[in-house]
């Protein structure tokens, strides 16, 4: 049976490449987020490259609404849903509470939580109907370990944790395994998205320093998710081997 997976901000960085890797590996490939163009482009590499079936949603997480129309879409399209990676995510701005945007905490607020949790809320009726399910939520260093000026994006992934956590314990009883990836620097767009498209800034996040490749989460995603049916890995903490921690690194030690 092919299993099939759902990815959330499949358009750039770790979503990306682990919507790579399961494609590559025979999954039934449904990505989504906001930008049309990178979704199409990729369904159409993926389907000619591994000969897999990939549907595209289009929506912003944010909304509630087209959230539940995407994804209840799906009951027409696939019979299941074996896997869940709620991945689509950001920060936006880097300051203290005091100098802080609040639409940069609307932001962050209304992605990483409410949107994790919308998703959730719609794919899991699919798992417990088939008996069996993964999800996957996209922590962070961040939210195991607070840094200077990083106060609402930690407190958005230790939300994240937090509800990690909430989902093991209430659906056990469905076999859906919950686990949680909590990776530190990792060189793809999200700095450019932190710095609102300042080049130099985000590009100066990863110099003088090996970081994170979005291929090493997504072969991280991949062990975990092909483990025996009785093994469930329940929090992953990854970091580049120049930083210690969310706030540690070769840069400032
Ligand atoms: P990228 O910016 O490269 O990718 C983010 C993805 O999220 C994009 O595909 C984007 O798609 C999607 N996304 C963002 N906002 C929304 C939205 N409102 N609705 C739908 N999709 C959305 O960043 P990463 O790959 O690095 O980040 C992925 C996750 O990993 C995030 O949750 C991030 O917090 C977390 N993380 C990142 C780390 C890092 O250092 N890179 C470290 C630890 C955790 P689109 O713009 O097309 O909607
Ligand atoms: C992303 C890693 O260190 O910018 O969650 O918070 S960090």
Known sequence: MQKTILVTGATSGFGNAIARLFAKNNFKVIITGRRADRLQTLKEELE????????????????????????????????????????????????????????????MIDTNVKGLLYVTKQVVPFMKKQGSGHIFNLGS?????????????????YAVDALTQAMRIDLLVHKIKVTSINPGMAE??????????????????????????AEDIANTVYYCATLPNHVCINDLTITCTEQANGIYSIKNI
Do not use: M
Not at 61 to 70: D, F, G, I
Not at 141 to 157: I, R
Not at 196 to 204: C, N, S, T
């Open 48 to 107: 000619q490259q591994y000969s897999v079936p990939v549907i595209t949603l289009q929506f912003d997480v944010r909304n509630r609404k087209a959230t539940e129309q995407a994804i209840a879409s799906l009951h027409d399209k696939v019979e299941r849903i074996d896997i869940l990676v709620n991945n689509a995510g950001l920060a936006s701005g880097l300051s203290t509470i005091d100098d802080g945007d609040v639409d940069d905490w609307d932001l």
């Open 188 to 213: 793809t767009e999200f700095s450019l998205v932190r710095f609102k498209g300042d080049d130099e800034k985000a590009k100066k996040v990863y110099q003088d320093i090996t970081p994170l490749q």
């Open 141 to 157: 260093t961040a939210g195991k370990l607070v840094y200077k000026n990083g106060n609402v994006y930690c407190a958005t992934k």
